[in-house]
């Protein structure tokens, strides 16, 4: 019997053994994660630590974090049972950044320049509350129980919606937020911000700025057989480059985001495996090469901080949004960008109404098509940094659909044929949430 439990003892710590060694990896990712999430969600929202580690941090491994706020510093940090201890910062107008040993906290840095023009016009066109508006062709309690019912009841983790915004002809119809949320909580839309990076093109195209049919200018690239890849293929996510996507492990898109000083370098170093526009392959680290691709865009760093800013997000009023920057500066297109629920839905009026934001056009008409047009390879789920139901992933709702989508459940769903928008920002994603009976439900609510 002692033989037995001195080799169970053996066999038992040879697996602790094991099992550690291969997690060991992974620690620098849970830590980098928290310390991001903590920091992010406290200085940017002003959430309570408990709030986040409930909530955002609600994820495994990642829940077994040790975090701590310092308020004066404007840091936060996060340690797996004090190993692999990582640090985020706070910095004003570029949000958090999560940081290695070798950077310089106290170097001086470049913030953009923000210009929130003031007016007494209701929501969308302005930040006054919106005008209230009865339309005889919508079932309002219908509506409203569908908006309901994407929350938990009593103390449940399932649905797990923070927020549900319906607008539609402009007006918001419906809106509720969980306990803890409201219209001016700002919310990480995850990889949504993608889809703002693209628009970033369109701007730049509308003002003869851009050519997205050319090579992409990348100096390194001339080289070899990537020189064919333009921006036009980087957007469609089919530049042919190496990548892996997979959230579960150690990868690429782990790596990029919670390891590496210069995100947009990540996927730039990539070698080409397939031809340009013949395979699909969606990359996080595509849209990071595109921020820094902008950033060569101008003389300075200040031009490119500004730009994103003066020549959109605050064109439309999304005064509350923040992009988070790397510790090279470049701004993490790929998935830090934090606004209010309302403001989200700005974006999704701004390509509802095809680039036309109150009589300015600031990205040409066709831009809204474009990015709505299925890319080769993907079964018509995706056009140019935005999802499509062009192959009826959505079966309860219109075809022409489209959206944009982040990690657990961020969405903006564009419904041109309705004049609708709506909003989702949650912490839950498809296997959990079913967002085609949340779409049928609101969609339902309205009369033919």
């Known amino acids: 019997m002692k033989k037995f439990i001195k080799y169970f ?11 550690f060694a291969v997690n060991y990896p992974k620690l620098d990712l849970i830590s980098g994660f928290s310390a991001k999430s903590i920091a992010s969600g406290h200085f940017l929202d002003g959430r309570q630590q408990q709030l986040i580690e409930s909530g955002d941090n609600d994820i495994d491994m990642v829940r077994l974090a040790k975090n701590e706020i310092d308020e004066q510093g404007n840091f936060a940090t996060a340690s797996f049972y004090g190993l692999k201890k990582r640090k985020a910062i706070y910095r004003e107008g570029l949000g958090v950044t999560l940081i290695n040993d070798d950077f310089d906290a106290t170097k001086p840095y470049d913030v953009p320049k ?8 209701p929501f969308p066109y302005g930040n006054n509350e919106p005008k209230d508006t009865v339309f005889n062709n919508i079932d309002y309690k219908k509506l409203n129980q569908a908006v309901a019912s994407a929350f938990d009841k009593n103390s449940e983790k399932i649905k797990r919606s ?16 969980v306990t803890g949320f409201n219209k001016d909580s700002k919310i990480l839309g995850w990889s949504m911000t993608k889809s703002i990076t693209a628009t970033m093109f369109g701007v730049l195209q509308k003002q003869g700025k851009m050519d997205i049919n050319k090579p992409a200018p990348i100096a390194d690239w001339q080289r070899d057989k990537r020189a064919k890849i333009t921006i036009n293929d980087l957007l469609h996510m089919n530049s042919g480059l ?3 996507e997979n959230y579960e492990k150690i990868c690429d898109a782990t790596t990029m985001l919670f390891q590496a000083e210069d995100m947009g370098k990540v996927q730039l170093e990539k070698p080409a495996i397939f031809e340009p526009n013949a395979h699909w392959n969606y990359s996080s680290g595509t849209t990071n090469l595109l921020s820094r691709i902008l950033r060569n865009q101008f003389k300075t760093h200040q031009e490119y901080l500004d730009f994103w800013y003066s020549a ?12 988070e ?3 090279a500066g470049n701004f993490v297109g790929s998935s830090y960008g934090w606004a209010t629920t309302r403001d989200w839905a700005k974006f999704g009026l701004l390509y509802l109404h095809k680039g036309n934001w109150n009589g300015e056009q600031l990205f040409d008409e066709s831009w809204a098509k474009y990015v709505a047009t299925p890319t080769h390879g993907s079964n018509n789920r995706y056009g140019a940094h935005f999802w499509l139901n062009a192959g009826g992933k959505y079966p309860d709702a219109p075809k022409d659909l489209y959206s944009c989508n982040g990690f657990q459940g961020q ?10 928008v709506i909003v989702r920002m949650g ?6 949430f079913d967002f085609n009976d949340f779409l049928k439900g609101i969609l339902g609510s309205f009369k033919k």
């Open 162 to 177: 923070r927020s549900v915004l319906v607008i539609y002809k402009d007006h918001i119809v419906a809106e509720k937020y």
């Open 427 to 432: 912490l839950t994603d498809d296997n959990a």
């Open 9 to 19: 003892a053996l066999a038992l710590l040879a697996a602790v053994i094991i099992i």
């Open 411 to 420: 969405m903006i769903f564009i419904i041109p044929s309705k004049d609708l």
């Open 114 to 121: 923000r210009h929130f023009a003031k007016n007494t016009l």
């Open 242 to 244: 190496e990548w892996e």
């Open 325 to 327: 920057s790397d510790m």
């Open 312 to 323: 959109f997000i605050d064109k439309i009023g999304m005064n509350s949004m923040i992009v």
